[in-house]
Each structure stands twice: as structure tokens, then as C-alpha cells.
């Protein structure tokens, strides 16, 4: 996935942070390989999509994210984002070749 950055502001800072999950964490998450979904369920307003993998700790994470253009660049906006849950690593490590 081609991006420019991210587009943080004290909304989404505070609400990706609520669960314990750094800024550098969740950027950190990017610089790898996430699966990437859509997030029809939650795309009536704008296009959201979902991310999971692992940061650049090693801890598996789980995002909500959708993508903004300001100008030519094109930004990630991380809406939430939390560490997973046992079940969902599991889940997650089926779907990886």
C-alpha cells in the first residue's frame, strides 16, 4: 500500500490511544506487510478499511483506518486501533501463506 504519511489529530490520537497503543506503534504497523480489508459494515459515510499484523515490537494489532487526500499526498487516518485478542491471532496466522 503507497501512502504519504498520516493524519493525526487530538480526535483519533485520543481515541487510538484509549487502549494502550503508542502513535509510533500504529505507524509502525504500516511499515510491514498488514492484511488489509474493507470495512463494509462501517463504510455508510466514507471508506473504512481494517489492518492486522504485527509492530515493529512484534505485538499484533488490529486497526480501523480510512484514507484522506490533502493536495497530491495521500494519508492514512487511523480511526481506532487495539492490541488483539487471543482468538484473533490465531484467526489471523490461518489467513497468512
Known sequence: MKFDGFDWDSGNRAKCQKHGVSIAEIESL??????????????SKEQRFRAVGQTIKKRP???????RK??????????S????????????????P
Not at 494489532?61 to 484514507?67: G, R
Not at 490533502?70 to 480511526?79: A, E, F, Q, S
Not at 486501533?81 to 484467526?91: C, G, N, P, V
Open 61 to 67: 494489532l488490529f486497526i480501523v483506518f480510512t484514507l
Open 30 to 43: 504500516f511499515s510491514g506487510t498488514p492484511l488489509v480489508a474493507p470495512d463494509v459494515l462501517h463504510s
Open 70 to 79: 490533502n493536495g497530491g499526498t495521500l494519508l492514512i487516518r487511523p480511526i
Open 81 to 96: 486501533a487495539r492490541y488483539m485478542h487471543k482468538k484473533e491471532i490465531k484467526a489471523h496466522e490461518k489467513e497468512i
